[in-house]
């Protein structure tokens, strides 16, 4: 636990609460694997990536050999006013994956915050159509542009974009079908919300930090399909979801509709800064000197995402993704009968949401749960707008014998949670979202 001088305790003095979203005094010195080492060289399973930034783990050598390589003689420094091969061959390669995509071609940022953002920006100034649709609990980043399109509680004190139109995500636990959904935006288009003046449709295949809502099925099919039907343009924001974590290389593919954007970020970098945004050729070069920053396509970022991507192919780990995900799953949903605080049990591959019951509001049992699962050696973090679902994306390499023993933890955090032995004073300096 941190003391005075520890380096937790210098990181509240040294850096801004700003950018922080803690759950418990964690501080790193480095990691390995599937695991992360603290400054008292504690190890700890974690089950976060990072917020599935790390999607190969920690120092795999793949990633280290690709990045030192590149780092050694970089190829310039940026895409803006040089190209370089590494960042054509990652375009090359990011399209390889996206066959039913055919006349597109890709934008490099560093986050999935800026390529939402320029989503946004680059459809609403070639289509001349201002307005947009996203989901209530969406997370598109954490930009002002990305901000104005999202409908996360967190974000409350945002500036939301004015042509913005938010509608529910359904949640089948909730019973929630989408019909209602798909009912009420149809009488909005023929009401308050003239769909030819709406540009886009941002979807999240699963709602992540909205609370980890799996679709019913069919639904986003129907929804892609009725605003098609108006010539809008499908975003699928697969930033969190993307690149084989679900089981599938992309996970729109789970829902049966074809996007006409993809974002990608977080795991494509492995860890390193780096985002990539596939459009339309059309839209995607409507304009020049419109949505760059310096570094973008910096040859030692795009080197660790090239060396990502040829793992992922390599070690088959959408296929690892899909098992291992599935034998979480099952423990997980096993955990149901012991404990009558979890509600459900829900995800894709190795993306998984645990939604405790709320009746207790004023007791946080996430944050209590998450608390409790980093004294017990492991790492993961909650979401939801109700601040009430556990949320488990691994790195990609997870093993079998790694996830039994998140399951044991877990199963036994969740115990102590229930049994009053976490208190709300071990939590309070700890807010999360
Ligand atoms: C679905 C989704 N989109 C976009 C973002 C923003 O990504 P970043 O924080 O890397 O900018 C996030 C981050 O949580 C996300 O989950």
């Not at 054509?88 to 399209?95: R, Y």
């Not at 680059?122 to 209530?136: D, K, P, Q, Y």
């Not at 509680?153 to 938010?166: I, K, Y």
């Not at 039994?404 to 199963?411: E, G, P, R, W």
Request: charged share 20%; net charge negative.
């Amino acid at each position: 636990m941190a003391g005075a001088n520890s380096l937790y305790a210098r990181d509240a003095s040294a850096i801004a609460g700003l950018q922080k979203l803690r759950f418990f005094p964690l501080a790193l010195e480095s990691g390995a694997g599937a695991y992360v080492v603290d400054d008292e060289g504690r190890r700890l399973l974690d089950l976060s990536a990072a917020w599935g930034a790390a999607s190969l783990g920690y120092g795999h050598p793949a990633i280290v050999e690709a990045v030192c390589h590149a780092v050694s003689a970089p190829a310039g420094a940026s895409i803006l006013s040089a190209t370089h091969r590494g960042a054509v061959e990652l375009a090359e390669a990011i399209l390889v994956t996206l066959p039913e995509l055919p006349d597109h071609c890709v934008w490099f940022g560093h986050s999935g915050s800026d390529a939402n953002e320029t989503a946004f920006r680059a459809i609403a100034a070639a289509t001349g159509r201002r307005r947009v649709i996203a989901f209530r609990g969406a997370y598109h980043g954490g930009t002002a542009g990305s901000m104005a399109i999202s409908g996360h509680a967190v974000q409350s004190h945002a500036a939301r974009a004015e042509g913005l139109t938010l509608i529910s995500y359904p949640n089948p636990y909730h019973g929630e079908d989408g019909e209602a959904v798909l009912a009420g935006l149809a009488q909005q288009f023929e009401t308050t919300l003239p769909p030819q003046e709406v540009g886009a449709l941002f979807i999240e295949p699963i709602q992540s930090d909205g609370g980890f809502i799996v679709p019913p099925p069919g639904f986003l099919k129907r929804l892609v399909e009725m605003c098609r039907a108006h010539g809008i343009l499908i975003v699928s924001d697969e930033v969190k979801v993307g690149l084989a974590r679900t089981g599938l290389m992309h996970c729109f593919r789970h829902e049966g509709f074809t996007p006409d954007f993809v974002c990608l970020g977080k795991g494509l970098g492995g860890g390193m800064a780096i985002s990539a945004l596939v459009g339309p050729r059309a839209i995607m070069n409507h304009a020049t000197a419109f949505a760059m920053q310096t570094l973008h396509g910096n040859p030692v970022s795009v080197a660790a995402a090239t060396a990502v991507l040829k793992t992922i192919e390599d070690e088959k780990l959408a296929g690892n993704a899909s098992t291992v995900g599935r034998f979480l799953l099952d423990g997980l949903t096993a955990l149901k009968s012991r404990h009558r605080m979890v509600g459900d049990v829900r995800g894709r591959g190795l993306a998984i949401g645990i939604e405790l019951l709320t009746e207790d509001p004023a007791g946080r049992r996430a944050a209590k749960t998450v608390f409790r699962a980093w004294e017990l050696g492991l790492v993961l973090y909650y979401v939801g707008i109700n601040s009430n679902v556990l949320e488990l994306t691994p790195p990609l390499i997870l093993t079998e014998a790694q996830a039994s023993d998140a399951i044991a933890i877990l199963d036994r955090a969740i115990a102590d949670v229930e049994q009053g032995l976490v208190s709300d004073d071990a939590i309070r300096d700890f807010a999360g979202w």
